[in-house]
């Protein structure tokens, strides 16, 4: 399985931008999540998503400014990120849990389960 992030890029707080993630194969049942490493901190998760039935799962930080979709049919995850900060600035992975059922907890799945990961798209949040 192949994963390939695209979309990052330079903006000023309070700006937006959307990742996408587009895997090589596409899933009935599996789950995909994003995280992120700033310069110098370790990897976070940000959200996950299930390929299913949509269940979604977002960090704290990150609530009600991003928003996680699939679109199973273009093999791709997008991120949706909105009034970005300077603290939202890293390299944004994305990863797939292949082996994700429904039965499992999502965020179970979200900080021990991925199986694959891109290599990593860059946003840079100004002030």
């Known amino acids: 399985v192949q994963l390939v992030e695209s979309g990052g890029g330079s903006v000023q707080a309070g700006g937006s931008l959307t990742l996408s993630c587009t895997m090589s194969?596409?899933?009935?049942?599996?789950?995909v999540g994003w995280f992120r490493q700033a310069p110098g901190k370790e990897r976070q998760g940000v959200s996950i998503?299930?390929?299913?039935?949509?269940?979604?799962y977002y960090t704290n930080s990150v609530k009600d400014r991003f928003t996680i979709s699939i679109d199973n049919a273009k093999k791709m995850v997008n991120l949706q990120m909105h009034n970005l900060q300077p603290d939202d600035t890293a390299v944004y992975y994305c990863?797939?849990?292949?082996?994700?059922?429904?039965?499992?907890?999502?965020?179970?799945?979200?900080?021990?389960?991925?199986?694959?990961w891109g290599a990593g798209t860059l946003v840079t949040v100004s002030s």
């Open positions: 194969v596409a899933f009935e049942e599996a789950s």
């Open positions: 998503i299930s390929i299913r039935d949509g269940e979604t």
């Open positions: 990863a797939i849990d292949v082996d994700y059922r429904q039965h499992i907890p999502l965020i179970q799945s979200f900080y021990y389960g991925m199986d694959y």
